[in-house]
């Protein structure tokens, strides 16, 4: 709940085992597919839905859907048979051994697919647009009768899926993205004179990988997200910052958010299959700018643009992320045995539960809230003048309600 919103209480259930289940172990026909970008733990959680299924609850029929939503119908891609043997060594590895894509929703032709190959238990993993066609496949399932139950386990690289504390894969992202950040620093301070070093990271519509990288780094002179507008000249203006980190230090880091400066590049009305919007190249913006800016005030740079972003993405979880992987898959898999559907499994408040998919899509994806603590601290590292308007109801400092005189 950010400032000014109102107060409200909101109940889900707890994650975890039950008593009884809907399902016999035995008639479970189960399918998990993988759909939109990379993130780091995709396999992890594949393995572990296996593994739990297997192990904790005795069945023995699992496919894997290949290439996404198109893999239910997609004749190139016919769907494989997992066993524990078979997923015993894939979390060693990043990405999804299933293969994923962008789009390829079809409900007809993956309720065909459902009804032919006799799947009870489905497991989606995907972001909020997949979770929207993961709850119009479950409502679909109902409205026909079929005893078949839909859990979803909310993936994206962004952070950006709401309500959860976080999304599997986003803390081994923001520690690959160190090594990115470390590069430009050292191109930075080794390209004479006056290194400047610039890191894009991922981030559409939302800045979470940039803003928790730099605090992660500490050597991070500026800072660019989506959710803070652009200055690039005139007393907030981030070249004139840059400029005096690069008079005091002798060289500057700067890390961009692939959606940042929207408002000044102008939106592109094409879209990618999923339906994302694509971005103008924000990178290649402000390196040009940074070396207009400088060579208009006569002092030449060596300006050096690193593009990692879909390395952070592609690397296998660390510890952290292999264990929420773990949780989460288990979870799913407990939900769905004892008969849930519609469903998605989320940590809330450092707690596993089961939410329901339209309260996940609908107030999907999120962004960092300009006013929070987050983005405080990212303008407390970084020194970088705050491009955010306050809100009217803080524009005018608060008055002190009691100020201490004397000694205790």
Excluded at 153 to 179: H, W, Y
Aim: include cysteine.
């Amino acid at each position: 709940r950010t400032r000014g919103m109102k107060s409200s209480t909101r109940l889900f259930v707890r994650a975890g085992p039950r008593e009884f289940t809907h399902f016999n172990p035995h008639d479970v026909r189960a399918a998990v597919v993988t759909c939109g970008g990379l993130c780091p733990g995709l396999n992890n959680v594949i393995r572990e839905i296996v593994r739990s299924l297997y192990l904790l609850y005795g069945c023995d029929h699992v496919l894997g859907i290949r290439g996404g939503y198109s893999g239910f119908y997609d004749r190139t891609l016919p769907p494989i048979t997992m066993t524990p043997d078979m997923v015993k060594s894939v979390h060693h590895q990043g990405g999804t051994f299933l293969g994923s894509s962008r789009g390829g929703f079809d409900l007809e032709k993956i309720m065909l697919f459902l009804e032919e190959t006799g799947v009870n238990q489905l497991y989606i993993i995907g972001g909020d647009g997949t979770h929207r066609g993961a709850h119009i496949i479950a409502m679909e399932c109902l409205e026909r009768g079929l005893n078949i139950a839909v859990a979803g386990i909310p993936k994206t690289i962004d952070n950006d899926v709401a309500l959860i504390d976080r999304s599997f894969g986003f803390q081994s992202s923001v520690e690959e993205a160190q090594a990115a950040i470390k590069s430009a620093k050292v191109e930075a301070m080794c390209n004479l004179p006056r290194g400047i070093g610039i890191v894009k990271l991922m981030g559409r519509s939302s800045g979470f990988i940039a803003a928790y990288s730099t605090l992660a780094s500490g050597d991070v002179d500026l800072c660019l997200v989506p959710e803070a507008p652009l200055v690039l000249e005139g007393p907030q203006g981030c070249l004139g910052h840059l400029k005096r980190r690069v008079m005091q230090k002798g060289h500057a880091v700067v890390v961009v958010a692939e959606g940042a400066g929207e408002e000044l590049l102008g939106k592109n009305p094409k879209t990618d299959a999923s339906g994302n919007k694509i971005l103008p190249k924000i990178g290649e913006f402000m390196k040009a700018e940074i070396e207009r800016y400088f060579s208009a005030q006569g002092l030449p740079t060596a300006v050096k643009y690193i593009d990692p972003s879909y390395m952070i993405r592609s690397v296998k979880a660390n510890s952290s992320d292999s264990l929420y992987c773990m949780q989460l898959a288990q979870n799913a898999v407990h939900g769905a045995m004892a008969g849930f559907t519609a469903f998605t499994v989320g940590m809330m408040g450092n707690r596993l539960v089961y939410i329901p998919i339209p309260e996940l899509t609908k107030a999907s994806p999120r962004t960092m809230t300009p006013h929070g603590r987050t983005w405080e601290r990212v303008l407390g590292t970084t020194r970088q003048p705050n491009t955010v308007p306050l809100p009217r109801r803080c524009a005018k400092p608060a008055e002190p309600i009691l100020q201490h005189k004397g000694t205790l």
